[in-house]
């Protein structure tokens, strides 16, 4: 989800915060057909896998944004773009609608996987 999220926002030359709430819907899907029959997997999977999507996908983006306007090397701007810079650069680009999709993704994760029924519909 996080090569998707990044190549679509290098498409569209956004940020593309909804798509944190696909990504949760994508994972906790993921999480739950990949369940064995007749075993719970912990509840905090999801909405962890999802955050760590959200961040791996914005540190990405935001790291493109810093080769764009400076012509830096893409890999050395992943290794020395410290967390100030990441946090400055989202705070500019990012709207009070943007924070709160982020926000919901792992929450969403968390519903999606963990309700509803858990066994799967075998074939006769």
């Not at 989800?1 to 819907?25: C, E, G, H, P, R």
């Not at 990441?86 to 963990?114: C, H, K, M, Q, V």
């Amino acid at each position: 989800m996080a090569a998707v999220w990044f190549t679509m926002a290098m498409q569209m030359q956004d940020a593309l915060s909804w798509f944190a709430l696909i990504a949760a819907l994508d994972i906790a899907l993921l999480e739950r057909w990949t369940r064995t029959e007749g075993r719970q997997s912990a509840v905090w999977i999801a909405p962890v896998v999802t955050a760590a999507c959200c961040i791996s996908s914005l540190w990405l983006i935001t790291s493109a944004s810093v080769v764009q306007a400076s012509g830096f090397a893409f890999a050395a701007t992943l290794q020395q773009m410290g967390y100030r810079l990441f946090e400055s650069l989202l705070s500019l680009r990012f709207a009070a609608t943007d924070w709160l999709y982020l926000a919901g993704a792992p929450i969403l994760a968390y519903i999606l996987a963990n309700t509803g029924i858990n066994a799967r519909r075998q074939s006769p």
